[in-house]
């Protein structure tokens, strides 16, 4: 059984949490993970390499996920009740926008200007650089801050509803009904619409967060029981057992990407379950993650009672986070670019380790010094 762990009342009095900052700090590793983890799909073959990354990389998806249910967590910890709507809209877009459009227009700027060099062609089609930018495609990863604006524009409408069930003890339905959605969301593919001739996602992006609503209120309810669960005794053996279905629920995914990135055909050795497996990983993929939420905050909540060694660090990581996941790709991107140069890359059993080390490394220092400069909270965001 946990002790409820110290916080300290800010001027606000919102309540702090130390172990928020650990699971920014797992979740921020998971996604460095998944995207150096997805250079298996420039391998040719399935080999063990190919399957570990594959493990690693459904393993790591929880990343996304786990940074919603922060954010429901967050939110409901100090927006519980009524809202100022005006205030919390300029906060929190204050929070993320100057970010996302600074580094949308660097990674969009950055190939521009490297084709131009290289007397490449550029599309510069005004149409085409604004739709990048709505759609968070300035570079790969930006689509999250699409997301997370979506999110906290529909917060407000949110926290109505949840307190609405909260009172006539609903949440679980609530929880239930926005999973199902969530579910049928990620099942049926959102059609291309055609703007001005051309087939774009712009739908499929504007819906984004109906596969993330079931973490955000997991997040708010988290939070409201905060204090019951810390007090609920867990038996160790319960995450023994919790590793089984984990264990299935990987192989399970390494199978998907199989059958997307290999034409491994699953119906060769699953002919029932493969005519289905869009549904099935569609329903099990929000409780794989689930699991992998328990364990985080387990380990995050030993990690601070006990003060181990790796908690100043993890705490640092975690509150750097924000800035890491902007800078990240980045770094990435020059690493991947120049290692293979040299006969390191993907195929090499040390790549995954060290360029993992490597890109976090590079990430934390470059937010170490961005973050003393003035005003670098709207550049990397908040790193207290």
Known sequence: ???????????????????????????????????????????????????????????SHFAVPLFIVISGFVLYNKYSDDIDIKRFYRKRLKS?????????????????IGSIVLARPVNLDILHIIYRYLTGGCF?????????????????????????????????ELLFAVYLIGVLYNVYPIPDIFILGASTQILGVATKFIGYVFYLVLGMTIRRRYDELLLKSVPKSSLYYASIP????????????????????????????????????????????????????????????????????????????????????????????????????WNNWLFYPLICIITLVLSYLSVEVLQKFPYSEYLIGSTK
């Open 1 to 59: 059984m946990f002790r409820p762990v110290q916080f300290n009342l800010m001027e606000n009095k919102v309540r702090y949490f130390d172990e928020i900052n650990i699971l920014r700090a797992f979740a921020i590793l998971a996604v460095i993970s998944i995207h150096v983890s997805a250079n298996f799909t420039h391998m040719d073959t399935i080999n063990g390499l190919a399957a570990l990354y594959m493990s690693i990389d459904v393993l």
């Open 246 to 345: 984990l264990l299935c629920c990987t192989i399970i995914g390494i199978f998907g990407y199989a059958q997307s990135y290999f034409n491994f055909d699953i119906t060769q050795i699953l002919p029932v379950m493969g005519g289905y497996w869009h549904w099935l990983t569609a329903v099990i993929d929000p409780l794989y993650y689930v699991v992998i939420f328990a364990f985080s905050f387990y380990i995050s909540l030993n990690i601070v009672s006990s003060r181990s060694a790796a908690l100043k660090l993890l705490e640092k990581i975690g509150a750097y986070s924000f800035g890491i996941y902007l800078i990240h790709a980045f770094i990435l991107y020059i690493i991947v670019l120049t290692f293979p140069r040299f006969g390191f890359d």
């Open 140 to 172: 790969y990863h930006l689509w999250f801050f699409v997301l997370i604006i979506q999110l906290y524009l529909l917060y407000p409408a949110i926290l109505r509803l949840y307190n609405y069930c909260e009172v006539r003890g609903r949440i679980l």
């Open 96 to 112: 993320v926008l100057p970010q996302y459009l600074i580094f949308s227009t660097f990674y969009l700027a950055a190939p521009y």
